[in-house]
């Protein structure tokens, strides 16, 4: 079983993304931001449509006594585990019920019992499989097999300038680091096609940093070990979620807002949500005599695209910012839509479409 870390874009998305933010942070801009559906890491079968979240990570009564002496050694609240994959399977029920492509359901008190540790079990026999989906009334089982956690803790100090008694002074300000990482192994037992589709252990990681006049008070304004171990658990849930289902993403992009009168009128149009009079506008002047401003006009014909949804037209408009009138910035936002209409296609698969 292969490990992954979470990655909540493409890099080739992030760094276009970044690139165009760049680009831009210059410029005499505004932006506007949009719901975009964003398709899963892991393609599951369209027939799958409602899915029931078990909790079978904790441990047989004959393993309870080392995991104890686990987080005594390890430093981790006494079966805070526990606590912290209940919160994983909450954290995937509730992010899957909120995105488009399944209804789910946490089982409770099914008692699945585990190995307590990274390492999975055997696999749940069909017939048990058979007999929740049937009860739940669920196409498959999402079941966490191994939950386990790492708390990691660092501190440092730096010099800063601060103002004491009207006047500034280097100080020393100490910083408290921790880190948690959770690897958390899943199976989906398909009940339909009677297979496992995927098995896999994930790792996901939160970090909390704090400061502080002295060591001593840097370390007390971190949160409790069990309230963050428990937030990390629920993260990771969340990270899982969007791994298996599309996703609804807020973007943000940027437009011009200057360029001549129209182009600041547009703006204002656009501000007060009045997309469809800056629309108007901005096709008027991607035909002005001044290049800079047609490609300007361009640039925002395709951001409004986007934002209805029509990613064709907004390449074609983002195409012709750059071709025709040699707006820069144009480039990197064509590699964010095309990446989008890749996107779109595997989304179309998932969702059946």
């Known amino acids: 079983m292969k490990k992954q870390l979470t990655h909540l874009y493409s890099t080739a998305a992030f760094l276009a993304a970044l690139t165009l933010l760049l680009l831009l942070s210059s410029c005499k801009t505004s932006s506007t931001t949009m719901q975009v559906l964003v398709p899963a890491r892991i393609d599951l079968p369209n ?14 009564k004959g393993n309870t006594l080392g ?20 919160r994983c399977i909450a954290g995937v029920t509730e992010h899957l019920n909120q995105a488009p492509r399944f209804s789910a359901v946490a089982i409770h008190g099914a008692n699945l019992k585990g190995t307590g540790t990274k390492q999975f079990a055997p696999p749940l026999p069909w017939s048990e499989v058979d007999r929740f989906c049937k009860q739940y009334n669920v196409d498959a089982l999402a079941v966490l097999e191994s939950f386990d956690s790492d708390i990691f803790f660092d501190r440092r100090e730096r010099r800063v300038k601060r103002k004491i008694n009207d006047r500034e002074v280097m100080v020393t ?10 690897n958390a192994g899943w199976r989906i037992y398909d009940n339909i096609q009677k297979r496992i589709i995927d098995e896999n252990v994930y790792v996901d990681e939160r ?8 060591p001593e008070e840097a ?37 011009y807002k200057k360029g001549n009168d129209r182009m600041k009128l547009a703006r204002e149009y656009a501000k007060r949500g009045n997309w469809d009079s800056a629309i108007s506008t901005w096709k008027i002047e991607a ?42 910035k144009a480039a990197a936002y064509i590699a964010i839509l095309k990446q989008r209409l890749a996107d779109q296609q595997r989304l179309d698969r998932q969702m059946g479409i």
Request: charged share 25%; with cysteine.
């Open 207 to 214: 970090h909390w940093d704090s400061q502080g006049d002295n």
């Open 67 to 86: 995991n104890i002496l686990e987080g005594l050694i390890s430093g981790e609240s006494i079966m805070a585990d526990r606590e912290a994959s209940d």
């Open 287 to 328: 035909q002005n005599a001044d290049p800079e401003i047609a490609g300007r006009a361009c640039y925002n014909m395709a951001v409004a695209s986007e934002r209805n949804g029509d990613l064709e037209t907004a390449l074609i408009w983002a195409n012709k910012a750059l071709t025709e009138y040699n707006n820069k």
């Open 47 to 60: 027939e799958i449509q409602s899915v029931g979240v078990i909790n079978r990570s904790l441990p047989e």
């Open 219 to 255: 370390f007390r304004r971190l949160p409790p070990k069990r309230r963050a171990l428990n937030d990390a658990g629920h993260f990771s849930g969340q990270q899982y979620a969007i791994r298996i289902s599309p996703n609804w993403l807020t973007v943000s992009r940027s437009y």
């Open 173 to 182: 300000e100490y910083l408290a680091d921790m880190n948690i990482r959770v």
